[in-house]
């Protein structure tokens, strides 16, 4: 069981580093949720801008809105806020334009971006996170990103002590009368800064919590947040719950280990057996692995040198003890019921198999959403001879058939799993079931049907074939011919939409920029006509002075003024 420090922090945290960038959906969110931070970056001289995402017209006038978050936020020292008007409640539905967020963030350089907790109520609220993430994603967007709390508590791993400036962002709170009129929130939001001064040290009176997602994760940050919640499982195995032993190959990737076990640890089955093999690769991080899997039995096993793909799945297979077996490698993920899924229609004289969802990932380290295909379909012996269309990290097998198979072939250096599948295929029962268990994860020269580059991929597919041929009719030689053309035609047609779609997605962007464009030219033929009308003013102004100089100069050029001049004179000297 978890201590309370692996759940919440103890210490305090600083705020990261300016310019901040931080989207509110509606005109109070960004006070309510982080009012204190905003004015503890005010004080550091940090540039903090907000974008509120809505017109707020579901709980009030939204002129008047527009109004009091402007009041609250020359309090807190914003410097700058952008309204966006989308209809409230309509972020889910709305159309938020990439080229409005990358001018944005042009303009700013943020170093920082805030977007709301994926744990909020309002839909909006959420919404605003998953759409400004996938923009961000496609701006190339490689700083920070801060998740903020504002109408409940959200999983957090940072907490900022915002005691100093509480009455502050009590003053700014109270600007927005209008919502006040409708509840406490006041009392609600200083409450919820009150209980987070709970873990932390007793001069900390309130405190506002966020989840710092980690920029070198390489998959999507904001999952964090969500598997933190998986940290209180308490879900005990049934007595009669097979344990499960998954074995993951590991070789000098550290990072993706760690969120292949992650994903390991918040499977909905409980029992579970690791067994971990490094094949010849740099050191693993034991302990803060065990950490992840507390409740999880663990098996280590290293090779000395690297040898192969084959023979580590052997060795892993040699000392699983699991009445079931499963295959992840380290750049792979389970989806939480991953195993709960695959067991479902287990028993000990068939495989089970599922869907996988394919993802190709950019040097960024970001998923590509147009690249996605998933993989996996009912099993047809000559067929799977001739396409690798399961993936290893979708399959059940139970420890029994493992065993009266035999070994991976370790001749193969590649497509060992596929080579398996076929044999298994030839053994017994391959029941399919139609859900996605897995990601698996494409990185670098990789392709969803095999690893090494084209040259490697082409030379043991043919050993797989040669292996297997004789398993093969005409009919699956045709049939796998025909499907082979309509992939092709249909990816065509796929770009082809694609492309349609892209210019669809251009126009409507031009056609917002021509509205920005004939905007801004209204506003500035408006500002040329009140130039014009303040050049015929400065005009008549500047003739009135002429004429009223042109009277002084006569006035003072006159008899009457110069012999009036000592009489001025001694009444100046008498005022004295």
Request: net charge negative.
């Amino acid at each position: 069981m978890l201590e309370e420090k692996d759940l919440i922090p103890y210490e305090l945290s600083d705020i990261p580093h300016g310019p901040w960038l931080i989207f509110a959906p509606h005109p109070d969110d960004d006070v309510f949720g982080m009012g204190g931070a905003m004015a503890l970056a005010s004080k550091r001289n940090m540039r903090v801008e907000v974008v509120v995402m809505t017109k707020g017209e579901g709980a009030g006038e939204p002129e008047v809105r527009k109004k009091e978050c402007l009041q609250a936020g020359e309090i807190l020292g914003v410097s700058q806020y952008h309204f966006w008007s989308v209809p409230d409640r309509g972020i889910s539905r709305d159309r938020i334009f990439l080229e409005d967020l990358k001018t944005l963030l042009n303009a700013i350089n943020p170093e920082t971006v805030f977007l709301p907790g994926i744990q909020e109520f309002h839909p909006d609220h959420r919404a605003t996170t998953q759409i400004i993430w996938s923009l961000l994603n496609d701006c190339g967007f490689d700083k920070n990103v801060w998740l903020y709390e504002i109408s409940r508590y959200n999983e957090a791993n940072r907490l900022v002590d915002i005691s100093s400036v509480a009455e502050l962002k009590r003053k700014a709170i109270k600007c927005f009368s209008s919502q006040l009129a409708q509840a406490e929130y006041e009392r609600i939001v200083l409450a919820i800064n009150a209980g987070r001064s709970y873990t932390l040290p007793s001069e900390v009176t309130y405190a506002e919590a966020f989840w710092c997602c980690d920029p070198s994760q390489k998959q999507d940050p904001l999952d964090s947040q969500y598997k933190a919640l998986y940290r209180y499982r308490t879900k005990k195995p049934a007595p009669d719950s097979p344990l499960v032993s998954v074995i993951v190959r590991t070789k000098s990737r550290p990072e993706l280990l760690q969120e292949a076990i992650d994903s390991i640890a918040t499977q909905t089955h409980r029992p579970i057996e690791i067994v971990l093999v490094n094949d010849g690769c740099i050191a693993v991080p034991i302990e803060e692995l065990r950490k992840t899997i507390q409740d999880i039995s663990f098996v280590y096993i290293e090779h000395e040198t690297n040898l192969g793909r084959a023979a580590s799945a052997n060795s892993g297979i040699e000392k699983a003890t699991g009445e079931f077996v499963c295959f992840l490698d380290d750049d792979d993920l389970f989806y939480p019921s991953a195993l709960e899924t695959l067991l479902s229609q287990a028993d000990r004289k068939c495989v089970t198999h599922a869907k996988a969802r394919c993802v190709t990932y950019g040097s960024n380290g970001i998923g590509d959403s147009e690249k996605v295909v998933f993989l996996g379909e009912p099993v047809y012996r000559g067929k799977l001879i001739l396409e690798n269309y399961i993936a290893f990290n979708t399959i059940c097998i139970p420890g029994n058939i493992l065993k009266k198979i035999g070994p991976l072939d370790d001749s193969l250096e590649i497509y060992e799993d596929w080579d398996l599948l076929i044999r298994l295929s030839k053994l017994c029962e391959m029941v399919f079931i139609d859900a996605v268990v897995s990601e698996y994860r494409i990185f670098g020269s990789a392709t969803y049907t095999g690893k090494g580059g084209a040259g490697k991929q082409r030379l043991y597919r043919e050993k797989v074939l040669a292996k297997h041929l004789q398993d093969v009719s005409a009919g699956d030689i045709l049939s796998f011919v025909q499907n082979s053309v309509d992939k092709v035609v249909l990816e065509k047609e796929k770009i082809i939409n694609l492309m349609r779609d892209e210019a669809k997605q251009k126009e409507a962007e031009q056609n917002h920029l021509l509205t920005l464009i004939t905007e801004r030219d209204q506003e500035i033929g408006a500002l040329h006509e009140n130039a014009l009308v303040l050049e015929e003013k400065i005009s008549i102004l500047e003739e009135a002075i002429s004429n009223l100089e042109a009277q002084l100069n006569t006035v003072f050029s006159s008899t009457s003024w110069k012999i009036t001049k000592p009489v001025r004179m001694l009444k100046n000297l008498s005022r004295l």
